[in-house]
């Protein structure tokens, strides 16, 4: 495995590069989001609801990352 440079962290870390991309990041949020409202209305408190949280706040961050480290973003 190649050592990180300061462009993989910045493509890491970094804020978006493009209004498309701050829109499609707040896309993936406003998504997960009412799904998150939707399934918290069917389901009750405990350890599977909290973990669905969890596996939803894992999809936004995947999902986010896809978009910040796609090629037209480097």
């Given at each position: ?25 707040q896309e993936v949020r406003s998504v997960l ?42």
């Amino acid at each position: 495995m190649a050592a990180l440079d300061e462009d993989d962290l910045a493509l890491r870390f970094g804020p978006p590069k493009t209004d498309a991309t701050r829109e499609a990041h707040q896309e993936v949020r406003s998504v997960l989001y009412e799904a998150a409202l939707a399934l918290m209305n069917e389901t009750k408190p405990g350890r599977e609801q909290s973990l669905m949280v969890t596996a939803l706040e894992e999809a936004m961050f995947w999902a986010n990352a896809s978009i910040a480290r796609s090629p037209e973003n480097q």
